[in-house]
């Protein structure tokens, strides 16, 4: 029989406590401009603004958490072992997703998705010291 309180599992409060650091981080380095959110997804959301992005954060946490606590009362170590598969692949994540679109930020390099690009000149190519000059190069192109 099924109880109105349960105790909830240690895995569903790792994985909350690990999703509630991952928003603060986030809230607290976007504020200081020190990070960008590296889901788009969720950057879709921070763009709308931060109440959103912390209410849209906060559903995403809690509703799979409750699934998850209502999953393990019928398949308690099944869903024991997903959570703790869900705690490292977060982890795992996370990691990787700071080191690709942060670490460049903190080191003042192109983020992920910026680009700082300056096109080379072709070698080919003179540069026209006075408008008498480039006009006769374009009048030569159009010619070509």
């Known amino acids: 029989m099924l109880t109105i309180v349960q105790r909830i599992s240690r895995e569903t409060w790792i994985l909350a ?7 603060i981080l986030t809230c607290v380095l976007v504020q200081g401009e020190k990070a960008q959110e590296g889901n788009p997804l969720f950057n879709y959301f921070l763009q709308c603004g931060i109440t959103i992005f912390i209410g849209m954060k906060l559903i995403f946490i809690t ?6 606590e209502w999953a393990r009362s ?4 099944f869903v024991r ?27 003042n390099q192109p983020a992920y998705g910026e ?14 010291h006075n408008l008498q000059e480039k006009s006769q190069i374009i009048g030569q192109e159009k010619l070509a």
């Open 17 to 23: 406590i690990i999703c509630l650091v991952d928003l």
């Open 74 to 77: 019928y398949k308690p170590i």
């Open 115 to 128: 680009t700082y690009y300056t096109p080379a000149k072709p070698s080919y190519v003179q540069p026209a």
């Open 63 to 68: 509703l799979p958490l409750l699934i998850l």
């Open 81 to 107: 072992r997903t959570a703790r598969l869900c705690i490292v692949a977060y982890l795992g994540m996370y990691g990787l997703l700071f080191l690709h679109v942060n670490v460049p930020l903190l080191m």
